[in-house]
Structures are given as structure tokens and as C-alpha cells.
């Protein structure tokens, strides 16, 4: 019996002669195109919560997505319950939805050997103890009320899973890939004379729990959210109006992420809804800003060896110098595009249809030292941490809250401020980008992105930058704001 086929009956039950039959089954009322993914998980998780443990749960789930692609008509159909007769009654659900002239029909599969090897873990964290994974989360809690008096409440969480992956598609290709994914993150509430404020931090990727060590211990994490909440104990209101912002490296590219990204995501651009559509090869951006999409980085939350329809992930370089250079591809997009894919085709779980999505995404460190940059504002924010936020994708509209931002006042960094929201809209915001460190910072591990009701884990990063113009929405009162 051939290798493959081992793997597939220990996993899944799986024989080669199966995967032929279903594939069949999904192109027998037409079709270019159909693939099976099949997908085994296991997951654990912790919630510490006012040093209780409010939960502590483990679990598996397993099933099988199939779609049909007839031109740009997609069929999807999944099941939970992997005998022959789920599979192929989803199989055939997915071909009628889609039915349409058949093109294809399924020949020999070969099994296709990853490029990349971007998962470097002993022993994945799903196969640790669970009191390893409680000590982490009961540090953490320690130190973050160990930090200051006024931490009055601490929230401590800690998830993992490993996904095991086959995909096989009609062209022959089956592609197996096991992806390792841990996060710990800290939640902190500060209180002095009835003023409560809040702090968070925290980290992981494709990780085992070895990971947790020096600066990403659970006492750095706690440390920093607890800073954060104290900071803002002292915070005054934020001023309003425009002016110039300095945004941190690291995970203030959520901003870029949102009001950016999403908008070169390809679907969005065939659909001619995105505010890039049409502007390959034009200038959309300062010459300073190179953006790229960079599914490689090995341990990185947003990597993959393969993305969720089998290719290979890349580093995509969607903006250079300024001019746009291309979309985030996946198979349906880069069909009807006439384009090539990118790796970037992503879904949650076999529940949900792939579509073009961010690995990890951030804008490349420029030749500026970022004391510099600050010492060039006479008066404006400088936005270190962002919390929640919303964006139109239509034309990158974009609101966001700075959970940490300081006033810049004659180019030293003097007061925190809270209640700061930056406005504007992405297109614009790239074209006054004026200065561009030299200290790219990647997020430490905590993004999810949502699309369309699916999350999946991502990655950001920029270096630090300056936007010479840019709206602030501030509390502060007009007569006390010395910015205007």
C-alpha cells in the first residue's frame, strides 16, 4: 500500500480511490474545478479571571468541505460526519449548485510536498500538559497585580489548536500541511478616585509553548498591559482637529491592515467595489511606502506553509515605492482576473468557502531614525496602541480608537491622552506619509481578521511613520486645546 495512503486511512479513513470517487461525485452535473478539504483539529483553552479559572475546555472537530467552481459560479457544500455517504451526498449538493458544462474530470492524484517548512515545534502545544498551559496564565495573572496597586482587575487567556489539513482537487494535486497555533493574551482594568482604564497585551503564533519565555514571558505581557492601564490613569482628554501623527512600529499596522489591505484583496477588486480597483501600475501611495503581504515568515501567527486551497504562501509586494503592483489572489479570483495566485486563498474551518486573505501584512522599514521623526512635529499625537475600529472598503473610509497616544509638543513626546479616534481614509493617508523609520516592528502575535463572518489569524507590522495631515477626534474642550 503506498505511503499516501497510509496517511490518509490513520487521519481521515481515507483511501486514494476515495478521494477520485468524491471528486467525481462533485463534477458529475459540471464544472471546471472541484477540491475536498478535509480538516482534523484540536483545540485547548484557559480563561483566568479574578485568579479563578472560569474555564479550562478541550476539544476535537473534524470534517470535509467540497467546492465546485464553473466559471465564476461557485457551489460549497460541507459535513461533519466523514462516511462515504456524507461525503459524497456534500459532494453532490456542492455540483448542483454550481452546475454548469463539465470541463474537467479527476485523473491520477499526486501527493505534492510543501516548499516551505515554516513550523519549527518539538512538540505541539495541544500534546503539553494542561497544568503547563494553567502556569502560564496564573504567572501572568500574578504579575500583572503585582505591578501597581490600582491593577483592581486581571483577565488572563490562553488558547491553542493544531489543524491537520488535506486538500485534493481535481487537477490531480493532494496537499497535506500541520499547523500549530498558540496565543496568551492579558487583560488589565486600573482604578484611582473612580477613573477606570483599561491595558492589554499578550502574544503567541505558530508556536509551541517554549515560546513563552524572555520577553514573551506571561510577566512581560501582564507587565506591559498593566502599564498600559496605569498610563491611562494619568491620560487628559485628546485635542481634535488636523494635524500631524506619528503612529509606533508594530501593531499600530492594524491601521494599515484594515483601511489598506482589505482593499487589495482581490475579490473585492474583480467586483470593482474596492477603492484600488483599476489602479495597478499608478501611484497610490507615497514613494516612501512599500507594503507587502509575506505569508513565509516562519513562526508568524498569519504564515502557512500552504494556504487553505494547497499553493505554496509568498511574499506578495502589493505596493512598491508608492505604485501598486498587484492584488491578494486566490484560485476564483486569479481565474476570472486572468492573474496568478499568491497563496492567499483562507478560510476558518471546512465550514467556509476560501477567499482571498491577509497573511501577515505590513509596510517595510524606510532610512529614518525614529527620534528624529518625533523631534520634526512641533504639534501633533503620536498613537502607539490601537483598540477597536471600522473601515469601508469601498473607499477605505477608516475610524479608530488609539487606546495609547501621547501629545507631541515642540517634537518631544510630553502627555498620554485618551480618547483620541483618528478619521480619514486610506488612499488618502498613504499619500501623506512624509517620513518612514528604519524600525519595522512586527505585532507580537494576536491578530484575527474577520471577513465576511470567517476570522482567521493574521499578522501586521509598520515601522514607525508620520502622516503630515490627518483628522483627530478628541473629547478634550476646544478652550483647552492648545493644538489649534
Same mark, same amino acid.
Given at each position: 500500500m503506498p505511503q499516501r495512503d497510509h496517511f490518509f486511512l490513520e487521519h481521515y479513513g481515507l483511501r486514494e480511490a476515495d478521494?477520485?470517487?468524491?471528486?467525481?461525485?462533485?463534477?458529475?452535473?459540471?464544472?471546471?474545478?472541484?477540491?475536498?478539504?478535509?480538516?482534523?483539529?484540536?483545540?485547548?483553552?484557559?480563561?483566568?479571571?479574578?485568579?479563578?479559572?472560569?474555564?479550562?475546555?478541550?476539544?476535537? %472537530?473534524? *470534517?470535509?468541505? /467540497? =467546492?465546485?467552481?464553473?466559471?465564476?459560479?461557485?457551489?460549497?457544500?460541507?459535513?461533519? #460526519? @466523514?462516511? !462515504?455517504?456524507?461525503?459524497?451526498?456534500?459532494?453532490?449538493?456542492?455540483?448542483?449548485?454550481?452546475?454548469?458544462?463539465?470541463?474537467?474530470?479527476?485523473?491520477?492524484?499526486?501527493?505534492?510536498?510543501?516548499?516551505?517548512?515554516?513550523?519549527?515545534?518539538?512538540?505541539?502545544?495541544?500534546?503539553?500538559?494542561?497544568?503547563?498551559?494553567?502556569?502560564?496564565?496564573?504567572?501572568?495573572?500574578?504579575?500583572?497585580?503585582?505591578?501597581?496597586?490600582?491593577?483592581?482587575?486581571?483577565?488572563? %487567556?490562553? *488558547?491553542?489548536? /493544531? =489543524?491537520?489539513?488535506?486538500?485534493?482537487?481535481?487537477?490531480?494535486?493532494?496537499?497535506? #500541511? @500541520?499547523? !500549530?497555533?498558540?496565543?496568551?493574551?492579558?487583560?488589565?482594568?486600573?482604578?484611582?478616585?473612580?477613573?477606570?482604564?483599561?491595558?492589554?497585551?499578550?502574544?503567541?503564533?505558530?508556536?509551541?509553548?517554549?515560546?513563552?519565555?524572555?520577553?514573551?514571558?506571561?510577566?512581560?505581557f501582564a507587565r506591559e498591559a498593566a502599564r498600559q492601564a496605569v498610563v491611562q490613569l494619568a491620560a487628559r482628554e485628546a485635542p481634535a482637529g488636523e494635524m500631524e501623527v506619528v503612529l509606533g512600529p508594530g501593531w499600530p499596522g492594524i491601521l494599515l491592515h484594515e483601511a489598506i489591505g482589505h482593499g487589495l484583496e482581490a475579490d473585492f477588486n474583480r467586483k470593482g467595489i474596492s477603492a484600488f480597483c483599476g489602479r495597478i501600475g499608478q501611484r497610490v501611495a507615497s514613494e516612501l511606502c512599500t507594503v507587502v503581504d509575506d505569508g513565509t515568515i516562519p513562526g508568524r501567527r498569519g504564515s502557512l506553509n500552504v494556504d487553505d486551497e494547497g499553493a505554496p504562501t509568498e511574499r506578495t509586494v502589493l505596493i512598491e515605492n508608492g505604485i501598486?503592483?498587484?492584488?491578494?489572489?486566490?484560485?476564483?479570483?486569479?481565474?476570472?482576473?486572468?492573474?496568478?495566485?499568491?497563496?492567499?486563498?483562507?478560510?476558518?474551518?471546512?465550514?467556509?468557502?476560501?477567499?482571498?486573505?491577509?497573511?501577515?501584512?505590513?509596510?517595510?522599514?524606510?532610512?529614518?531614525?525614529?527620534?528624529?521623526?518625533?523631534?520634526?512635529?512641533?504639534?501633533?499625537?503620536?498613537?502607539?496602541?490601537?483598540?477597536?475600529?471600522?473601515?469601508?472598503?469601498?473607499?477605505?473610509?477608516?475610524?479608530?480608537?488609539?487606546?495609547e497616544a501621547y501629545l507631541i509638543e515642540d517634537g518631544k513626546v510630553t502627555a498620554p491622552v485618551k480618547g483620541a479616534t483618528l478619521i480619514g481614509d486610506g488612499p488618502t493617508v498613504l499619500t501623506r506619509v512624509t517620513a518612514v523609520g528604519n524600525d519595522l516592528r512586527l505585532d507580537p502575535g494576536i491578530g484575527t481578521c474577520g471577513k465576511d463572518g470567517q476570522s482567521v489569524p493574521v499578522g501586521v507590522g509598520i515601522p514607525t511613520i508620520k502622516v503630515s495631515r490627518l483628522t483627530v477626534g478628541g473629547t478634550a474642550p476646544r478652550s483647552a486645546q492648545s493644538f489649534q
Open positions: 478521494l477520485e470517487r468524491y471528486l467525481a461525485a462533485a463534477l458529475s452535473e459540471g464544472g471546471d474545478y472541484a477540491d475536498l478539504y478535509f480538516e482534523y483539529t484540536t483545540t485547548s483553552s484557559i480563561l483566568l479571571d479574578e485568579s479563578l479559572v472560569k474555564s479550562a475546555t478541550e476539544g476535537i %472537530s473534524m *470534517g470535509c468541505g /467540497v =467546492r465546485v467552481l464553473a466559471g465564476e459560479q461557485t457551489g460549497y457544500a460541507y459535513t461533519d #460526519d @466523514l462516511t !462515504p455517504e456524507k461525503i459524497l451526498k456534500a459532494a453532490r449538493i456542492a455540483a448542483r449548485i454550481a452546475s454548469g458544462p463539465a470541463h474537467v474530470s479527476t485523473v491520477g492524484l499526486t501527493t505534492v510536498e510543501s516548499p516551505n517548512n515554516l513550523y519549527h515545534v518539538p512538540v505541539p502545544s495541544t500534546e503539553r500538559d494542561l497544568t503547563e498551559k494553567l502556569d502560564l496564565v496564573q504567572r501572568g495573572d500574578g504579575a500583572a497585580r503585582a505591578y501597581d496597586p490600582r491593577i483592581r482587575q486581571v483577565r488572563v %487567556s490562553y *488558547g491553542d489548536q /493544531v =489543524r491537520h489539513i488535506l486538500m485534493a482537487g481535481s487537477d490531480g494535486r493532494v496537499v497535506t #500541511d @500541520l499547523q !500549530p497555533l498558540v496565543r496568551l493574551g492579558v487583560f488589565t482594568i486600573a482604578q484611582e478616585n473612580g477613573n477606570l482604564q483599561s491595558g492589554s497585551s499578550g502574544g503567541g503564533g505558530r508556536v509551541g509553548l517554549e515560546f513563552f519565555q524572555g520577553e514573551n514571558s506571561p510577566e512581560s501598486l503592483r498587484g492584488y491578494l489572489q486566490d484560485r476564483l479570483s486569479a481565474l476570472v482576473m486572468k492573474s496568478t495566485r499568491t497563496g492567499n486563498g483562507r478560510r476558518e474551518s471546512y465550514e467556509h468557502i476560501p477567499m482571498p486573505r491577509m497573511t501577515n501584512t505590513c509596510m517595510l522599514a524606510g532610512s529614518e531614525d525614529p527620534q528624529e521623526i518625533i523631534r520634526s512635529v512641533r504639534r501633533g499625537l503620536y498613537a502607539v496602541y490601537f483598540g477597536g475600529g471600522q473601515v469601508d472598503i469601498t473607499n477605505g473610509k477608516f475610524v479608530f480608537s488609539a487606546s
